[in-house]
């Protein structure tokens, strides 16, 4: 195992000579643009919303529309609906939705936050984005 620092946050933990790091610094996602397949840029990670009792990502919210910080819409984005792409030459966060399908999702105002423990706003989001359960991979469907 080593362990990596870089002043712009990326820090790493790595085993063997597996490519993506199994570890990285929390602070590093915010501000990373995010994408969908076809390439568009839907938006950049605002926060990271961390589930303390579970110790775990649950959400990272993302800023969509408006220019330059004005008039953006913020969204809730489950944390298991996105994908780190690190093979490509720059790395991105991967959302499989639609910019004209995500302009149509439960967003927020950046001074009225929902109740991201409500059990109903968590499985609209879950139900929007297709995400699996809380606690299970994307990739798999099993249980972590």
Not at 3 to 23: F, K, N
Not at 75 to 91: C, G, R, S
């Amino acid at each position: 195992m080593s362990y990596e620092h870089h002043p712009e946050g990326l820090d790493q933990l790595t085993e063997g000579r597996e490519p993506a790091p199994r570890l990285m610094s929390a602070r590093w996602p915010i501000g990373e643009n995010v994408y969908n397949h076809r390439g568009e840029k839907l938006g950049d990670i605002k926060e990271i919303m961390l589930d303390v009792q579970e110790g775990k990502v649950a959400y990272a919210v993302l800023s969509f529309g408006g220019f330059l910080g004005i008039a953006d819409k913020l969204f809730a984005v489950p944390w298991n609906a996105l994908t780190l792409k690190l093979e490509t030459l720059d790395q991105r966060f991967l959302l499989d939705v639609e910019k004209e399908h995500l302009e149509s999702a439960p967003g927020f105002d950046k001074d009225a936050w929902p109740d991201l423990n409500d059990p109903a706003y968590v499985e609209q989001l879950r139900l929007f984005y297709q995400a699996q359960p809380s606690g299970t991979s994307r990739r798999s469907g099993t249980s972590r």
